[in-house]
C-alpha cells in the first residue's frame, strides 16, 4: 500500500502555487567540516525543478507520550532570550557521527530525562566509517549514543544515552504557532556548540522534500528567518516559553556561484513540525519503528496538469486503487485528480504527499477529487497504517 518515491522535488513559490523560485535548498547538517555540506544529499536541485513522485502515503505516528517523557527543563520567567537561553542550552547537544566527527555533525535536544535524544535521520545516517555516534552536552563528558530508531520519511532519530536526570525539552502545540512569532534556533551550526540565534516564524505549512532519491522525507515544515546554518540539523526552534516549536532541518541558500562561493543562511529555514516530530519519537521510543499512514492508489507520474492524477488503469501489475484500502473504500476512482485536501488545493503529486504526511495514523481526511467526466465531488479518506 505503499509507494516508492522516486526523484528530488521541488518546493512551491512564496508567491503562488504556479511560480518556482531557483533558490536550492539543502540539509542542515555539516560534513567532514565542509562549510556547505550537504549531510545526506540535496534538498532539490533547484526550487524550479520539475521532478515528481508518487504520493501515496505519509508518516506520523499516532501513539501517545508516556510519563518518562515528562519536560524538566526550567522555563524561562521572563520570556527574554537571555532566559530562554540559560534555560534550554543544558538540554541541547552538539552530536558527532564518527571519529572525532569525521562523517558529520549536527544538533540534537533532550526529550526525556532517562537519556532519549532527538535529531535529524540525516544526521545520524552520515556514518560511513562505523565510528558510532558521540552526544555532546554542555558541562558533561562526551557520552556514547545508540540509534534506538530512524524514519528518512520524516527525516527523525531518537538516540539513547546512559544518563539519567536529564532536563527535557517541551514540544509546543503545532496548532497554537503562528506566523510572525519568535523563535529561537539553538544547535551547532558550523560545530560551534551551544549557538543560539533568533527570528520568527515567517510562514507555516511550506512544503519541503529533503534528502536522496531512495531516502525522501516529505515535511509540512515550519519556515523561520532564524539563522541555521550547517550544523544545526536536529536542533530545536523554540517559543520564548522555551517550548520546542519545530526541529531544524534544511535551509535555502543561494545558487552555487552566484556571489563567487558556498552560501550560509539566507533567512529561509525549514523546521519538522513539533507535533510531528513528538509522535514519530514517541513510537519509535515505545515500539523501535514508526507506522506510515497510507491512502491506497498508485499515482500517475506523466500527468502535468495541476493536483495528483491516480493511474487510469493498472501497471506491471499494479492497480491504481489498492483493493481492500482506504481510498477503494472512500470510492476513488482510476483516473480521479485529486484536487485539494482539507480545503488546501494540491499543485502536484509531491505537494499531495507532503500534506497527506502532515497526518497521522487513523485521521480522516476530506479530499475533492476530479473525475474523468470532470464533475468534482467530496470523499472522506480514514488513513491506514504502513511500515514500510
Known sequence: MTDPASAPAPLPSMRSPRRRSSVPVVLAS??????????????????????????????????????????????????????????????????????????????????????????????????????????????????????????????????????????????ADSDAVEVGQAVVAVGAPLGLDSTVTSGIVSALDRPVVAGEDDEL?????????????????GGPLLDLAGRVVGVNSAIAQMPTGSFGGPQGSIGLGFAIPAEQAERTATQIIETGSSEHPVMGVHIDLQYTGEGARVLSEGRDGVEPVIPGGPAAEAGVRPGDVVVSVDGRRVTDAQHLLVLLRSHAVGETVELVLRGEDGRERTVDITLAGSSD
Not at 46 to 59: C, F, H, I, M
Not at 217 to 233: C, E, H, K
Open 30 to 171: 555539516l560534513v567532514a567540516g565542509v562549510v556547505g555540506g550537504l549531510g545526506g544529499g540535496v534538498l532539490a536541485n533547484s526550487l524550479d525543478a520539475q521532478e515528481r513522485v508518487v504520493a501515496t502515503e505519509t508518516s506520523r505516528a499516532d501513539a501517545s507520550p508516556s510519563s518518562a517523557a515528562a519536560p524538566v527543563a526550567p522555563v524561562p520567567a521572563d520570556g527574554t532570550i537571555a532566559g530562554l537561553s540559560r534555560a534550554v542550552l543544558p538540554s541541547v547537544a552538539l552530536i558527532s557521527v564518527g571519529p572525532g566527527g569525521r562523517d558529520g555533525q549536527g544538533s540534537g535536544f533532550v526529550i526525556r530525562e532517562d537519556g532519549y535524544l532527538l535529531t535529524n535521520h540525516h544526521v545520524v545516517a552520515a556514518s560511513t566509517t562505523g565510528g558510532g555516534i558521540t552526544v555532546e552536552l554542555p558541562g558533561q563528558d562526551p557520552l556514547p549514543a545508540e540509534i534506538v530508531g530512524s524514519d528518512p520519511a520524516y527525516d527523525i532519530a531518537v538516540l539513547k544515552v546512559d544518563r539519567t536526570g536529564l532536563a527535557a525539552l517541551p514540544f
Open 217 to 233: 522525507s516529505y515535511i509540512n515544515a515550519v519556515q523561520t528567518d532564524a539563522a541555521i546554518n550547517p550544523g544545526n540539523s
